[in-house]
């Protein structure tokens, strides 16, 4: 079990510290409305895990117990997407896109929250990468695989929320190491393509 799960919670950070769409809004939050507004976007994005979860430990745990075989094309199909999201990633441009503009004046909390959780509630990629990436992490599919999906979410959440917080707590000090040191966008960019690419491989291998 712990060797499953101190590698997911690795490959979680390492994800979750890649600037992507949620991480730059709950920065871009606590930059232009403080830290308090950050922090409830943040939580609005971590909730919306509960449901990608949610559907993937009944779907896939309904799979595991139909065929072995249809969970293995699985996991081949998770480790292929996640090749090809390195791919992306390889071919992309390695600049941040930074901007104050994507938050429209000082909204209520609640408007805050919800926005959040529709945003990765309603990303199709998020429900994508979520089948691809957890079903390799299972320590035990012959066991109760709807607790171990429960568990991994839980640890995803729980690692995303920190980090989100943490962002929107230090978003004006992360906003200007990001504007002063244009270069940064590729490190991030390389550490996403060896990310993807050791997920993708712990899950075949």
Same mark, same amino acid.
């Given at each position: 079990m712990i060797e499953q799960l101190i590698p997911f919670l690795t490959a979680s950070v390492l994800l979750?510290?890649?600037p992507g769409p949620d991480i730059i809004y709950v920065l871009v939050q606590g930059v232009t409305n403080g830290k308090k507004y950050g922090i409830v976007t943040a939580l609005g994005?971590?909730?919306?895990?509960?449901?990608?979860t949610s559907l993937v430990a009944f779907g896939i745990s309904a799979i595991i117990k139909q065929s072995e075989m249809l969970f293995f094309i699985i996991r081949?199909?998770?480790a292929a997407y996640l090749f090809y999201l390195?791919?992306?990633?390889?071919?992309?441009?390695?600049?941040?896109?930074?901007?104050?503009?994507?938050?429209?004046g000082k909204k209520g909390?609640?408007?805050?929250?919800?926005?959040?959780?529709?945003?990765?509630?309603?990303?199709?990629?998020?429900? #994508? !990468?979520? &089948?691809?990436? %957890?079903p390799g992490f299972l320590w035990d599919p012959t066991g109760n695989t709807v607790?171990?999906? *429960? @568990?991994l979410g839980? #640890? !995803?959440? &729980?690692?995303? %929320?920190?980090?989100?917080?943490?962002?929107?707590?230090?978003?004006?000090?992360?906003?200007? *190491? @990001?504007?002063?040191?244009?270069?940064?966008?590729?490190? %991030?960019?390389?550490?996403?393509?060896?990310?993807?690419?050791?997920?993708g491989i712990f899950i075949l291998v």
């Open positions: 979750t510290l890649s994005l971590v909730s919306g895990i509960i449901i990608h081949l199909l998770g390195a791919w992306q990633v390889f071919k992309s441009d390695p600049k941040i896109a930074f901007s104050t503009t994507a938050v429209d909390l609640f408007s805050l929250f919800k926005r959040g959780f529709l945003m990765n509630v309603l990303n199709p990629k998020v429900a #994508i !990468f979520f &089948l691809a990436f %957890f607790l171990q999906f *429960y @568990l839980f #640890i !995803f959440l &729980l690692q995303a %929320f920190i980090i989100f917080s943490t962002v929107s707590i230090l978003a004006g000090k992360i906003s200007k *190491y @990001l504007q002063s040191h244009p270069h940064s966008g590729l490190i %991030f960019k390389w550490l996403q393509v060896l990310v993807f690419l050791g997920i």
